[in-house]
T-cell receptor, first 115, second 116 residues
């Protein structure tokens, strides 16, 4: 069965601290895609990154970085020097192999950045 | 700017009174999705259109219907809303080519539905 686990329900840090959001997935597919989305208090889901199973290179985009490790089935997300605007719920998602274009979503991690 | 637009942003309806939520997109994406999201939960896919082909999730209640009259517009109809249907409804789009490309989904701002 396919599954995405975000074990951290809520994380609270002080501004400028680094924070890592964990994502562990289960799948039997050899080809799959992983995503991270951000949902700020306004409610709109914002796409952050898409990674396919054949690309294990880490990705860095400004203060955001992602560590994909197939050996541990993890796709973790790190925010460096966090800012109050980073406060949001972050979802990790996995492509659902048996049906086109649908995603298995994690439960989300609520990130609170305190000034 | 290309975008996904949802109207209205807030909708109040009465128990059992049909309601329609609308979604439009200027991205010219061929796939459109409707999600239901309840408080503190992940989005739950209700159905999606791949071009004109409608794909219903197995656990989506019959109370929920959808229409896609053209590429740009998609509607969610709730025939007889119950209190349990109060939620945020999110529309999303993606551009998919033949095969499993799994491109990112672009979301609208959502419509928050209240059922009295």
């Amino acid at each position: 069965a396919q599954k995405v686990t975000q074990a951290q329900t809520e994380i609270s840090v002080v501004e400028k601290e680094d924070v890592t959001l964990d994502c562990v997935y289960e799948t039997r597919d050899t080809t799959y895609y992983l995503f991270w989305y951000k949902q700020p208090p306004s409610g709109e889901l914002v796409f952050l990154i898409r990674r396919n199973s054949f690309d294990e290179q880490n990705e860095i985009s400004g203060r955001y970085s992602w560590n994909f490790q197939k050996s541990t089935s993890s796709f973790n997300f790190t925010i460096t020097a966090s800012q109050v605007v980073d406060s949001a719920v972050y979802f990790c998602a996995l492509s659902r192999g048996d049906s086109n274009y649908q995603l298995i979503w994690g439960a989300g991690t609520k990130l609170i950045i305190k000034p | 700017d290309a975008m996904v637009i949802q109207n209205p942003r807030y909708q109040v309806t009465q128990f059992g009174k049909p309601v329609t939520l609308s979604c439009s997109q200027t991205l010219n994406h061929n796939v459109m999705y409707w999600y239901q999201q309840k408080s503190s939960q992940a989005p739950k896919l209700l159905f999606h259109y791949y071009d004109k082909d409608f794909n219903n999730e197995a656990d989506t209640p019959d109370n929920f219907q959808s229409r896609r009259p053209n590429t740009s517009f998609c509607f969610l109809d709730i025939r007889s809303p119950g209190l349990g249907d109060a939620a945020m409804y999110l529309c999303a789009t993606s551009r998919e080519v033949a095969g499993k490309s799994y491109n990112e989904q672009f979301f609208g701002p959502g419509t928050r539905l209240t059922v009295l």
